[in-house]
């Protein structure tokens, strides 16, 4: 397994931050590869990307999700992965985001990308254009507030 922690500092209310975090699909807007996201209930995601080149269909379960705090996840199918994104309130007007990941590179090109650090920068500019976007908008594109309590 391979680790990536990263974080960035967004100019924008904790509220605001983890509001937009929750609208998955809107994520091929900033995330490099990610093609598609379907909700497809409160826990669980469709992901369709296409990473150096090759198309992968996996599915994520949300295992934890405290709004303005965390979510964390788990693959389902696909890629082995797990991580957990937390949002960090520095003041009224600035939060911390921080990844924490873990996942199985698959196959020589994979492989190879993840030991040459081409995951980990692909994630810190994913997280910079995120950061860009939330700052350009002047409100989030939506929010789900529930809650699911790790175990439920």
């Not at 904790?14 to 807007?29: D, I, L, M």
């Amino acid at each position: 397994m391979s680790t990536i922690e990263e974080s960035i500092d967004v100019n924008a209310p904790a509220r605001k931050v983890y509001n937009q975090w929750t609208q998955f699909e809107e994520f091929p807007r900033f995330m490099v590869g990610v093609l598609e996201i379907r909700q497809l209930d409160d826990k669980r995601l469709h992901w369709r990307t296409n990473i150096g080149g090759k198309e992968k269909d996996f599915i994520v379960e949300i295992t934890e999700q405290l709004p303005d705090e965390r979510i964390a996840w788990r693959s389902r199918s696909g890629a082995s992965h797990v991580g957990v994104v937390t949002f960090h309130a520095l003041n009224d007007w600035q939060t911390r985001i921080m990844i924490q990941m873990e996942y199985e590179p698959e196959g020589i090109i994979e492989n190879a990308g993840d030991a040459l650090g081409f995951t980990t920068r692909r994630i810190e500019n994913d997280l910079e254009r995120f950061k860009e976007f939330i700052e350009a908008r002047g409100s989030e594109t939506g929010a789900w507030r529930g809650r699911i309590e790790r175990g439920a």
